[in-house]
């Protein structure tokens, strides 16, 4: 199975990384084109087989003649070849380009659209085989002389011979589209462009309700505008009886599905349903283009309106051609030129180079770019320059359709020098931002990789994302990675260290700080943090690293991998952290509130950090201020555990180590039982005091505790009570706000939420 994967995989990959780059999914992109490297690699040091599925992917049989395999490689080696510019692709297309289905086919790549596009994309690259390009682009014309695929009409303007209604024909119909605008694209016969554009965009209105249904070959397409579209797909998801079924009668089916459409050889009941209507569909009966149903019972219509990427792919394909506004065709280009005269960048950077085309609304994608010496740079079809080697040579850009027409700029890349990221060292004293490590390509970091996975602030491997603490953060660490920064020490004298990390690994690893020159190394744990997500900043320390004036390159090195670093704070001095609560205890209250109390051991913590959890990692229930001891939790509930533990922080974020663990199951009853009668307060909320109205079965006096939110204790009132009804005015002497109030008589308690105006 992994080798069916490969095989897709080298040619899904590049084309992903082509369609998706120009996007902003930038950090996916690049994994696509890594792996789709690895993948072609793959096929060549292994034996081909066309019989390896072994099942364990359930979609179908996966596996692939060995003729398919060869196809597949050439789609792959040209846009691998678009991406990387290396020679061996090249030399692939150039062997096996005449193997393609197109060359095997009467009308062009109408049942192998990715073939028939990775071609004519070929032809459209610069520094590619003159002579390959010229035979393509001769079989293409040869092909497109078919009228009957081009230049014959019907009632809807959309023209498909009727033996192609067979087996997913809105694919077929959509690749004709194409086909079509291809000779436009790639100025051919220019002399029938109009005939081309009518019967592409005739398509694409086929697809949008020009059809005998009057409906638009979309599901539940009902909120972006259509009078009527696809009510049923084919799949276990929206099948009969559930509430995805239907778009009219439920909520139906996911909107932008595209269906295989109809299908003149597999109608195999009499009855075929679409919409609301229901008719007659035997063979004979109806026009090729009314053999379709909407049923969706698990049997016969899946060969209807069954979805698929084959069928999405080419729908989406042609209709990106009608979204280039204000773009003519028609027009020839008359001139095109650089925006600069001399274009500078760094070796290891990438920089996005422009031109201007004349006439103005003539297509931009007509032109080419090309670089003189490939050693020193590379650049791809947008025009985005990659420095390889310090050096200087010439960037082209021309027309595809006319290569005398074209501008020159001299390139220069320039040798890259190490230096700080923002000029002047970082100060210590102070922050030193993860991400603003020193620049100087590869000698002031290394990553594992060559991609940035988060694609943000810099184009190096190093992954930076955005942070939930403001600016950005470096993610995605691996063992062995390191960031080297040049900082500045103003003063001799002990230094501690405070790490910002965050992580969502069960075992996030270590890392260590050290300075050159020194001997000492400070080893952080960044599973010391508790940390419970890879945005849950925590901050780490550790203390007595002794710093002379000066500047030193600090070096940052993962030993181990599983989390992020947002900053480092430098602090002239040694600091410690807030001693661990000790003792804490939870009990129930009754069967909605749980009481916690702990110890305070430490005189300088600004903060208490309540956590539970009751599977799985601790969450932060509550943040309580300094010196609070205790805590309800109001959000229990009946019949579950819940694990309970605290600790303590300083006003940097420092933290203490987690107390004592503690587990409590809230099991109805208890110890102490839920008062059976009826508890009053009124009036609630209140001025300065309220009548509290209990029938009691005996004459014991009771207790009233009044807690703030926090769980404290804020007083205490011993009631006397008398067998029977009382009512009692209790003036609780508190400052307005919300509080529990806790009625306890021996064993039995009562619990009410009070409220002072």
């Keep these: 199975m992994f080798f069916i994967c490969n095989i897709g995989c080298r040619n899904v990959c590049p084309c992903s990384y082509r369609i998706f780059f120009p996007s902003g999914l930038k950090p996916i992109c690049r994994r696509f084109k890594i792996r789709a490297e690895k993948a072609w690699q793959w096929y060549k040091d292994n034996p081909r087989s066309a019989n390896c599925d072994d099942g364990e992917i359930k979609a179908g049989d996966a596996d692939r003649s060995l003729d398919d395999q060869d196809e597949a490689m050439v789609v792959a080696a ?116 109009d005939r081309y554009f009518n019967h592409a965009l005739g398509i694409v209105h086929y697809m949008h309700g020009v059809n005998p249904f009057a409906m638009v070959y979309l599901s539940n397409m009902y ?72 049923l969706n019972d698990g049997n016969n219509p899946w060969v209807y309106t069954e979805p698929a990427i084959y069928y999405q792919s080419p729908y989406i394909y042609l209709l990106s051609n009608f979204l280039n506004i204000g773009c003519d065709p028609a027009l020839n280009i008359e001139n095109v030129m650089i925006e600069q005269d001399t274009v500078s960048i760094t070796e290891g950077y990438d920089f996005k180079v422009t031109a201007t085309v004349y006439p103005l609304d003539y297509c931009i994608k007509f032109v080419g770019w090309q670089i003189e010496d490939t050693t020193i740079a590379s650049v791809t079809t947008g025009g ?36 700080p990221f923002h000029e002047s060292p970082a100060v210590i004293p102070g922050i030193i931002e993860t991400e603003d490590y020193d620049i100087g390509c590869n000698d002031s970091y290394s990553d594992s990789d060559a991609t940035n996975n988060g694609g943000k602030y810099r184009n190096d491997g190093v992954d930076i994302e955005s942070c939930t603490e403001g600016g950005f953060n470096v993610g995605w660490t691996s063992e062995d990675e390191w960031l080297e920064y040049t900082v500045l020490v103003n003063k001799t ?28 190394t400070l080893t952080f744990d960044a599973s010391l943090a508790g940390s419970t997500g ?47 609560p000790t003792e804490l205890t939870a009990i129930k209250t009754n ?17 208490f950090i309540v956590l539970r959890k009751t599977t799985g990692n601790f969450s932060v229930l509550k943040s309580l201020p300094a010196n609070t001891t205790q805590f309800i939790d109001s959000s229990v509930v009946i019949n579950k555990s819940y694990t309970y533990a605290v600790y303590a922080v300083d006003s940097l974020e420092i933290a203490s180590e987690r107390s004592n663990e503690v587990t409590l199951q809230i099991i109805s009853g208890g110890d102490k039982a839920y008062f059976s009668s009826t508890l009053n307060i009124y009036p609630n909320p209140f001025d ?44 609780p002497g508190l400052q307005k706000g919300v509080y529990l109030l806790k009625f306890e008589q021996g064993i039995n308690y009562h619990v009410k939420m009070i409220v002072i105006k």
């Design 78 to 193: 040209v846009y691998l070849y678009a991406l990387t510019g290396k020679a061996e692709y090249n030399e692939s297309v150039i062997n096996n380009y005449d193997i393609t289905q197109p060359y095997d086919e009467v009308y062009w790549s109408m049942k192998s659209g990715e073939q028939g596009e990775a071609l004519m994309y070929y032809v459209g690259l610069s520094n590619t085989d003159p002579e390959v390009k010229s035979n393509i682009l001769n079989k293409r014309i040869d092909q497109g002389s078919s009228v009957e695929i081009y230049f014959n009409d019907d009632l809807y303007l959309s023209y498909m011979p009727s033996w192609a209604y067979w087996w997913g024909s809105n694919s077929t119909k959509n690749r004709i589209g194409i086909s079509n605008y291809d000779y436009i694209n790639y100025k051919i016969d220019s002399a029938n462009h």
């Design 223 to 294: 909120d972006y505008g259509a009078e009527k579209s696809l009510d049923e797909i084919y799949h276990s998801w929206f099948k009969d009886g559930t509430k995805w079924d239907n778009a009219v009668d439920s909520i139906g089916p996911a909107p932008g599905y595209i269906p295989g459409g109809p299908n003149m050889y597999d109608v195999t009941s009499q009855k075929v349903k679409v919409g609301n209507t229901v008719y007659n569909a035997n063979v004979t009966d109806q026009p090729t283009l009314k053999k379709y149903t909407e």
């Design 384 to 419: 985005k320059i990659t420095g390889k080697i310090a050096g200087i040579t010439r960037i082209f850009v021309q027309s595809l359709a006319d290569t005398t027409i074209k501008d020159t700029a001299v390139l220069v890349v320039l040798p890259c020098e190490r230096k």
């Design 493 to 520: 004298s002990d230094y501690s260290i405070l790490s910002r990390v965050a992580s969502g690994s069960s075992a996030p690893g270590k890392f260590n700080i050290s300075f050159n020159g020194k001997d000492e």
């Design 534 to 580: 890879w945005q849950d900043w925590k901050t780490i320390y550790q203390s007595g690293i002794n710093l002379d004036s000066g500047e030193y390159i600090m070096r940052v090195y993962m030993e181990g991998s599983g989390y992020n670093l947002n900053y480092f704070r430098v602090l002239e001095g040694n600091i410690s952290a807030p001693e661990t």
């Design 591 to 607: 069967d909605y509130l749980a009481s916690l109390s702990w110890n305070d051991q430490s005189d300088n913590e600004t903060a």
């Design 688 to 731: 300065e005091e309220f009548v509290l109205e209990f029938a009691s079965d005996e004459r014991k006096n009771g207790e009233l505790s009044f807690y703030d939110m926090t769980g404290r204790i804020i007083k205490k009132i011993e009631i006397e009570m008398i067998q029977g009804v009382n009512s009692i005015k209790i003036s």
